[in-house]
């Protein structure tokens, strides 16, 4: 499984965490839906190559936006390549996002982007402006992952988003599902569906601690698993 073989390349991801995603952007595919795939924040691919994987089986481009002075592009490639990713719609752009402006982030992502990764500069300013970005230029129908949201080795993605959203320059971005380390978000009109995506793979799956843990407190009491945050209701899978 990818999952297990993602493992070899540096970086971070929980395993319900790539699940999750996986989930989302297969159900993307299943609608017939298309469009770039996003990472701003590769590192070494680990997370870029479950994002590849999805978007190579839709035909889709995938775009991974780093300063890349940690891991170079060449290196990135290969690690994905080592895992059985085909890389030729694979684009790895350097840039800093924090210079970016829309127009050059659409630019670089060659459309609206159906899904993006946050999980560049972890600074409050830097994630706050990486949202905006998000906020301008994600689908209406697109989803976004912020990785590092409650992590305590991290405390300024928390200050960027919370400072996004009490400052209302969230625009219309609204948390959908708090698992594994990463906050999705998305437009409100389709918010429910990709919170009944994300619920349905928490119930049926058998391979995570995680969505155990989902189902015990989802029957003990529907309020412990979804939980109110910046006035909307988001689905929380696994916390302990
Ligand atoms: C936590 S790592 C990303 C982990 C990766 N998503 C994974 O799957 O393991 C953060 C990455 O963000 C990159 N980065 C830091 N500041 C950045 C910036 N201003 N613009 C773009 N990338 C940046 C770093 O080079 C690093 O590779």
Not at 37 to 61: H, K, M, P, T
Not at 96 to 110: E, I, N, Q, R
Not at 187 to 212: G, K, M, N, W
Request: net charge negative; glycine share 10%.
């Amino acid at each position: 499984m990818l999952i297990e073989k993602v493992k070899s390349i540096p970086g971070w991801l929980h395993d319900v965490a790539g699940h999750a995603t996986t989930a989302l952007l297969a159900y993307q595919t299943q609608m017939g839906r298309s469009g770039p795939v996003v990472e701003i924040g590769v590192f070494g691919g680990r997370y870029l190559a479950l994002l590849a994987d999805q978007a190579n089986a839709a035909g889709d481009r995938t775009i991974g936006i780093d300063i890349y002075i940690y891991i170079d592009e060449e290196t990135v490639l290969k690690n994905l390549q080592s895992v059985g990713i085909a890389t030729g719609s694979v684009s790895l752009v350097r840039a800093d996002s924090t210079g970016l402006d829309a127009a050059a982030f659409l630019a670089m992502s060659g459309g609206k982007p159906r899904f993006v990764s946050v999980d560049g500069d972890h600074a409050a300013n830097a994630v706050y402006r990486d949202l905006m970005i998000v906020r301008d230029t994600m689908a209406r129908d697109g989803i976004c992952a912020i990785d590092d949201f409650l992590n305590p080795l991290a405390f300024g993605v928390n200050e960027g988003v919370n400072r996004l959203f009490f400052e209302g320059a969230s625009g219309e971005l609204r948390p959908v599902c708090y698992t594994g380390g990463k906050l999705f978000v998305a437009f409100p009109e389709h918010v429910e569906r990709y919170q009944s995506v994300l619920e349905a793979f928490a119930r049926e799956d058998l391979s995570v601690p995680e969505t155990a843990r989902f189902r015990e407190l989802a029957a003990q009491n529907r309020a412990y698993v979804m939980q109110p945050l910046f006035g909307h209701e988001v689905l929380v899978i696994g916390e302990r």
